[in-house]
């Protein structure tokens, strides 16, 4: 088993590595269209306009949850965490997929978080209101020291 997770990112997602370092929320913004979109892409997919990091709504509403149970990358396969993943309706517009806290539920709302993982890449974590992150063990074994909050 590894000690990291996986570190391949495109060089447009390492882009959120700084922002998640600083705890900040940016997500990839139109210049064009003004529109916001997930996953991080070359150019929007809405027009083709280029893209540019901007402050983004936090806010999310919880669309599914589900464990995860096949994992593929040997990090996740510890059998001691036990990994929760959303997909998640953004106020800023696109739906992502990301790391949830296991007392999540459809419906919730929840503030995102793009948090910095042991590898030192930018994860998505969403957190329901008043939930203490450090509670949750999947959140201290995903991030790293002072990753983002």
Known sequence: ???????????????????????????????????????????????????????????????????????????????????????VAMEAGPSALGFVHPDTAAGDRLRLSLCLDRAGQAVLYGLPQGADPDADPQWRELTAPHGGN
Not at 11 to 33: I, K, M, S, T, W
Not at 38 to 66: F, S
């Open 1 to 87: 088993m590894t000690a990291l997770p996986p570190t391949k990112r495109s060089a447009a997602a390492r882009q959120l590595n700084d922002v998640a370092a600083r705890g900040a929320f940016e997500l990839p913004r139109c210049v064009d269209c003004g529109g916001y979109c997930w996953p991080v892409h070359e150019l929007c997919p809405a027009c083709l306009g280029d893209l540019t990091l901007e402050v983004a709504p936090r806010g999310a509403t919880v669309l599914a949850v589900t464990p995860v149970l096949a994992l593929v990358a040997d990090y996740f396969r510890d059998p001691r965490i036990s990994w929760h993943a959303g997909l």
